[in-house]
Every structure is written in structure tokens, then in C-alpha cells.
């Protein structure tokens, strides 16, 4: 498995490519990316049985969908612990429920 700086810089290369893909400028897809690490890290810093506490939303009102990974659920475009999700979805995802 990865250790937890690979993992993170992992994600941050992912999250970064998928927005520059999906028209993002350099700065909004470094942010993104930065993001993606932070959960990441965070992530990998709890316990498995501690849940993670969602920070304030973040981009309200902006398209998140290609920077999520054209995926509903968990994204850390969206801010750790927030999920992107489509108005519309047959089968959301948990984190799409009910909202």
C-alpha cells in the first residue's frame, strides 16, 4: 500500500489533472488538488471507526462534476467531507441521499 504522503500526493496529481480536463484554470485546479491531499491526509491520520467531520462547503453554486471525477459521492472539491452530487441521479450514491 501507499504511506500517507504518496497517497496524498496521489490525489492531489488525480484531482488536479481531472480539473484541467474539465477546464478549470491552473489556480482552481491547484486548489482542488490541495484539497483532495488535505482529505486524504486527514483520512488517513483517524482511526477506522472515527468518522470525519465535514468542513464548510466549499465552490457553493460551482460545477464540481468533472472535478469530482464525473462521480457522485465524497469529494474533496467540494470541501473534506462534502459530496458532489447530480439534482437527478437514479441511484445516488450514501452521501447523495436525502438531500
Known amino acids: 500500500g501507499l504511506l500517507a504522503p504518496e497517497a496524498a ?40 471507526n472515527q468518522k470525519v467531520t465535514p468542513e464548510p462547503v466549499q465552490r457553493v453554486g460551482e460545477d464540481c462534476w468533472v472535478a469530482c471525477g464525473k462521480q457522485s459521492g465524497l469529494c474533496a472539491f467540494c470541501g473534506v467531507g462534502n459530496a458532489c452530487c447530480r439534482k437527478d441521479e437514479l441511484n445516488p450514491t450514501k452521501a447523495c441521499q436525502n438531500i
Open 9 to 48: 500526493q496521489a490525489a492531489r496529481k488525480c484531482v488536479y489533472d481531472a480539473a484541467i480536463q474539465g477546464g478549470k484554470t491552473p489556480g482552481e485546479a491547484a486548489a482542488a488538488a490541495e484539497a483532495a491531499a488535505r482529505s486524504v491526509a486527514a483520512a488517513l491520520a483517524r482511526p477506522d
